[in-house]
């Protein structure tokens, strides 16, 4: 799935994705969920990385989003993103964070939709590996109960 965001262009800066042992150890202390059909068939996946190894952002993650584009517009993503935030709040998440190309359309309708609000656009943050540089639209969703006090 992470090849497939990587082939479309518009979900990653990566030109290859990273080897499993490379990638799971950064994100170990933070949610992650998979989504399957009734045979075990992976549909999409959701997690979250840390934004900083600060302790006072503790309970702020960027989330990664990424469905089998064969399962596009079935509900995946929005099933995965709800079940990520209702994951991050039960282990004390008060933000989460999502950085998106802005021709993914689809994903800023989905972030929106689980009430992600636009905090800016940084222009040309980032270089893909063909050389053109990137904006990426940040989105922000604040929990209503958790860091409230």
Known sequence: MYEAGIAGGNATFESKA??????????????????????????????????????????????????????????????????LIETSEREGFWTLRAGIFPENTASIALHESADFRLVGITKRIGQMPDGRWRDVVLYERRSASIGCE
Do not use: F, H, K
């Not at 399957?36 to 993650?61: E, H, K």
């Open 18 to 83: 990273p080897a499993w042992e490379d990638w799971a150890p950064a994100r170990a202390r933070y949610p992650a969920i998979a989504a399957r059909d009734g045979d075990g068939q992976l549909l999409g996946w959701a997690a979250l990385s840390p934004t900083s190894s600060r302790p006072v952002y503790r309970g702020v993650g960027e989330v990664s989003i990424y469905v089998d584009p064969a399962c596009a517009r079935r509900g995946v993503g929005r099933a995965l993103l709800d079940a």
